[in-house]
């Protein structure tokens, strides 16, 4: 019976939650955080490819096999220098004279330099340049860069095919992780924001994995290499080479620490953007008709301006590191050019070895300069990879654990035993509500917005996990039940009719995938989609975007309550499904609704009163608090809060009957046809008399 008095039902009149101040900074609400740290970033980050280890080994073992290939071959092209230098300075000399008496001769002319060149040189006298013996070297030394060439190209080859892997079964874990995050995650958090860490980051990340990891094996091996081959050549000059090593380091230190936290900002910043541009595109018919097109766009320059002095930033200062290494690059050549000279000069080394250890100086400072270009694309990859690092260290739902299952199909008999809920531990929302809803009952919920109605439900479906009580389907804690198992005896037709890009029949085969034709047919004629669905082109082949645009709201409802219907769930939710249709819809719609709630517990939340008169059951919150509960006639009768709420949406009850009447009857009498205007808008005024709240 009616009841206006305190119940043992109480309910917070704040149905909104309030993210926190960490929470808002995690969904992109205020200025970036400092950066984890970068190491545990960067083990965490390769460690991804420990599982293709052997894939690893031979990229490793062709980088290794390419690099002491490019190592040794200027020690071998210097041999081609010395083969030339002493066909030069043998040309010039007497044919069949002896070396030593020349070099002798030499020095007591006072020409000790000459003497000194000539006795590190393999000078023949008489005799030229011996170009077959250069023709080998030039010949070796070329398909030593062939080959190293060849490794290079099939360890690039296996590395992009071992990455795509990488970052193939790190969309499935983000894709499996977001399966699991509990609907507070994404409440508090724009959908752009997480896409753009599900996409740009992860391809961000992708993009350093494939170039950045060969290129420091490489670039590592390298500098060892070299640094080997400059100590044998001359000891003297590696250490002077050496010099740029420090110096390499506090820069790449200094500028690759204020990049890093740069291009955090960058990608946070993107989340931004995208998320912004996800809105303004998603609610474009709203902006239009409150005319809000300069507001979103200059939202739009405000983000966008952020992010463009946040890469300008990140690529200003990162940009810095390559010109400073070159600098030191140069320098450091400078110094050996000029050493080398010298030592050539007085005979200490040959001219070939000079050769080699210049091109080796400068070798030796090429991948120092790429290892800090590569720190920074390392510091970009780091900054995304630790944006996907977070989503999948997100706190997930609380694992189920299962205990029991239920048949195919239950009764529904639903009980509220004592529930209580917050959203904040300090915030009650919900407190001790207790109801029982019967097997094949309609259960209505009505009241003021924020009043709680949504998050009851929701608690139904364990989107939010409640703190106290137990909720009961057909005498199991829903606890005890996995979320799947729960799901799927529950369907759920929503305010907003979301159809997913496809066929028509496509939309409504979703409430159960092994549906037949002839099966989705059924339930769209038991839901009035058939009446419309024959008036088009294609029929049920008809193909609609993901907002489906090709059709009305009121159509878009209908397909969605088809949907639910051919799921045929033990229990029911309706959340406001006729709030965004016309009155003429409306009773379509309600008509659909009907059969759908046939046999089945059915929770039914509505703002429209008209739609909740043959519910068995009829709960009224209000200011936090379920004030009454009994059925329509009950209600009204006590003339209590309901009664007030009827009164101020109708006047004129019986006028309205006939129009809803008449609608049927014209539907009925011409299935495949459009609604005639006998019902137009001054009649629904004069009639119906309902007002929009």
């Known amino acids: 019976m009616a009841d206006d008095t305190s119940t043992e039902t109480v309910v917070s009149a704040d149905d909104e939650y309030i993210p926190s101040g960490e929470e808002l900074e995690m969904s992109g609400g205020t200025p970036p955080r400092k950066a984890k740290h970068f190491w545990p970033s960067v083990k965490r980050l390769f460690g991804l490819m420990t599982s293709e280890k052997l894939g690893l080994i031979n990229v490793v073992a062709l980088v290794v096999g390419s690099v002491v290939l490019t190592v040794i071959a200027p020690k071998v092209l210097g041999k081609a220098m010395d083969v030339v230098y002493s066909g030069v300075i043998g040309a010039q000399l007497p044919t069949g004279a002896d070396i030593d008496d020349i070099i002798a001769g030499a020095r007591a002319q006072g020409r000790d330099d000459f003497a000194d060149m000539l006795a590190t040189a393999e000078v023949v006298p008489g005799q030229g340049i011996d170009f077959t013996a250069l023709g080998q070297i030039i010949i070796a030394v070329l398909l030593m860069y062939l080959v190293a060439s060849m490794l290079m190209w099939a360890?690039?080859?296996?590395?992009?095919?071992?990455?795509?892997?990488?970052?193939?079964?790190?969309?499935?874990?983000?894709?499996?992780?977001?399966?699991?995050?509990?609907?507070?995650?994404?409440?508090?958090?724009?959908?752009?924001?997480?896409?753009?860490?599900?996409?740009?980051?992860?391809?961000?990340?992708?993009?350093?994995?494939?170039?950045?990891?060969?290129?420091?094996?490489?670039?590592?091996?390298?500098?060892?290499?070299i640094g080997v081959m400059m100590f044998i050549v001359s000891w003297q000059l590696a250490l002077l080479a050496l010099i740029a090593l420090p110096l390499s380091g506090l820069i790449a230190g200094v500028i690759g620490t204020r990049s890093q936290k740069l291009f955090k900002a960058q990608w946070k910043h993107t989340g931004d953007v995208n998320g912004h541009v996800e809105e303004s595109f998603s609610g474009l018919d709203i902006v239009r008709a409150f005319?809000?097109?300069?507001?979103?766009?200059?939202?739009f320059d405000r983000r966008n301006e952020?992010?463009?002095?946040?890469?300008?930033?990140?690529?200003?200062?990162?940009?810095?590191?390559?010109?400073?290494?070159?600098?030191?690059?140069?320098?450091?050549y400078v110094l050996i050019a000029v050493a080398g000279g010298l030592k050539v000069a007085t005979g200490q080394m040959t001219l070939g070895d000079a050769?080699?250890?210049?091109?080796?100086?400068?070798?030796?400072?090429?991948?120092?300069?790429?290892?800090?270009?590569?720190a920074n694309m390392l510091q970009s990859g780091v900054a995304s990879a630790e944006r996907t690092f977070e989503l999948l260290d997100a706190e997930e739902e609380d694992p189920d654990e299962v205990s029991r299952t239920l048949p195919p199909r239950t009764p529904g008999k639903v009980e509220f035993s004592a529930v209580s809920f917050r959203y904040a531990p300090e915030t009650p929302l919900i407190e001790e509500v207790s109801f029982t809803a019967e097997p094949g009952h309609t259960v209505a919920i009505v009241g003021p917005t924020g009043a709680g109605k949504t998050t009851l439900v929701n608690l139904v479906m364990r989107f939010y996990e409640i703190t106290g009580g137990t909720i009961l389907l057909d005498g199991n804690d829903t606890r005890d039940l996995s979320r799947a198992d729960l799901r799927s005896h529950v369907g759920m037709v929503l305010q907003d009719a979301w159809l997913f890009e496809g066929t028509i029949a496509d939309n409504i085969r979703y409430g159960r995938l092994d549906a037949s034709d002839e099966e989705v047919v059924e339930a769209a004629k038991a839901t009035m989609v058939d009446r419309f669905v024959r008036q088009l082109p294609d029929g049920y082949d008809t193909v609609i975007d993901s907002d489906g645009g090709s059709v009305s709201a009121?159509?878009?409802?209908?397909?969605?309550?088809?949907?639910?219907?051919?799921a045929d769930p033990s229990l029911l939710i309706l959340d406001e499904a006729t709030s965004s249709v016309d009155t003429r819809t409306e009773v379509l719609v309600q008509q659909a609704m009907a059969a759908l709630r046939t046999d089945r517990t059915s929770f039914v939340i509505a703002h429209r009163l008209s739609?909740?008169?043959?519910a068995h059951t009829i709960l009224v919150m209000e200011d936090g608090a379920i004030v009454e509960h009994g059925d329509h006639d009950e209600l009204l009768a006590a003339g209590g809060a309901y009664h007030r709420l009827y009164m101020s949406q109708f006047r004129g009850e019986d006028a309205e009957e006939q129009f809803t009447t008449e609608v049927l009857a014209e539907a009925e009498a011409e299935p495949g046809a459009p609604l005639s205007e006998a019902a137009d808008a001054d009649s629904l005024d004069a009639g119906s008399g309902e007002e929009r709240a």
């Open 611 to 614: 739609t909740i008169r043959d």
């Open 554 to 566: 009121g159509e878009r409802q209908l397909i969605t309550i088809a949907r639910a219907f051919l």
């Open 291 to 299: 005319g809000r097109d300069e507001v979103m766009l200059d939202e």
């Open 355 to 374: 050769t080699a250890f210049i091109q080796y100086s400068r070798e030796f400072s090429q991948p120092i300069s790429e290892m800090a270009g590569v």
């Open 306 to 332: 952020s992010l463009y002095r946040a890469s300008a930033g990140a690529q200003f200062v990162s940009g810095m590191i390559m010109p400073s290494m070159q600098f030191v690059s140069y320098l450091s």
């Open 155 to 225: 360890q690039g080859y296996i590395l992009n095919a071992l990455v795509m892997r990488v970052v193939y079964r790190l969309r499935e874990d983000i894709e499996r992780k977001i399966n699991r995050l509990p609907l507070r995650y994404f409440d508090t958090r724009q959908r752009g924001d997480v896409m753009s860490r599900v996409t740009n980051d992860v391809d961000n990340i992708q993009q350093a994995l494939q170039q950045a990891f060969s290129q420091l094996i490489q670039s590592a091996l390298t500098i060892i290499g």
